[in-house]
């Protein structure tokens, strides 16, 4: 896992931040970059507009910003705004229940991305993770939701020959414990120090693959109490599932 360099540029992080939002989760008002951002609308628009004159991002007819030319060109996965707003209210309520961060990651390909997160009010706490990126054979959310993809689906995936899986035999009989007990464990495998459990969310067909975790120091995680935050999980999980059954995810006119 990255750290945030000791000395960055908060504007600098602010224009990425910007940047990976429209890429990845499509056009967003002033008011709603300057939510997501924590800063106030005038900087929002001041950033926005510096998109706009790189060509990172364009004004719509409805005087949205949407992506630009130059992340027109990047491979990016479909929106996930709607998605992030009908789930934020459950990852409020499990971090509530558990006291620990809570992420919602989307997987694309061989990737998982981190989506939303809900801190912990602990001290020492995992910090926020949106828009990183980790190997999905490896964050728990990742595994999670590769345990739920057929074999050959994995296999394909993975046997690249410039592939980091030197092992895919065992990458299948860890997915394949996964699948069995419902959820995976990410003890220390992207950052020393953290702790992750992750569950799959059932998606409906055509939308992208999406999982909850729970984040923690190594430090508060014991085993014992893995079956109370498994359900905990399994609780939002279902909740969440329900809402995407009704259809809320398509109420802002988005589509997945």
């Known amino acids: 896992m990255k750290n945030k360099p000791a000395y960055g540029i908060d504007s600098v992080d602010h224009a990425l931040h910007l940047a990976t939002l429209l890429l990845h989760e499509g056009p967003l008002r002033v008011t709603d970059a300057a939510a997501r951002l924590g800063v106030a609308r005038s900087t929002a628009h001041r950033l926005l507009a510096m998109l706009v004159y790189r060509d990172f991002a364009e004004q719509d007819e409805d005087r949205r910003y949407a992506a630009g030319p130059v992340l027109r060109g990047a491979v990016a996965p479909e929106p996930v705004a709607d998605l992030r707003r009908l789930a934020l209210p459950h990852l409020e309520a499990l971090a509530a229940r558990t006291d620990e961060s809570v992420n919602l990651v989307i ?150």
């Open 107 to 256: 997987v694309v390909g061989d990737q998982a991305r981190f989506v939303a997160t809900v801190e912990s009010t602990h001290v020492l706490r995992v910090g926020d993770r949106e828009g990183r990126v980790l190997p999905a054979r490896l964050a728990s959310g990742g595994r999670a939701v590769l345990a739920g993809r057929p074999e050959e689906e994995v296999v394909d995936l993975h046997s690249a020959v410039d592939s980091p899986v030197a092992d895919v035999p065992a990458l299948l009989r860890d997915l394949r414990r996964v699948r069995k007990q419902g959820f995976a464990v990410n003890d220390q495998a992207t950052e020393t120090g953290v702790t992750a459990i992750g569950q799959a969310v059932p998606c409906p067909a055509g939308m992208v693959p999406a999982a909850v975790s729970i984040a923690m120091p190594t430090a508060r995680y014991r085993r014992d109490r893995l079956p109370e935050w498994t359900r905990d999980l399994a609780t939002t999980v279902a909740r969440i599932e329900r809402d995407l059954a009704d259809g809320s995810v398509h109420q802002n006119g988005g589509a997945l």
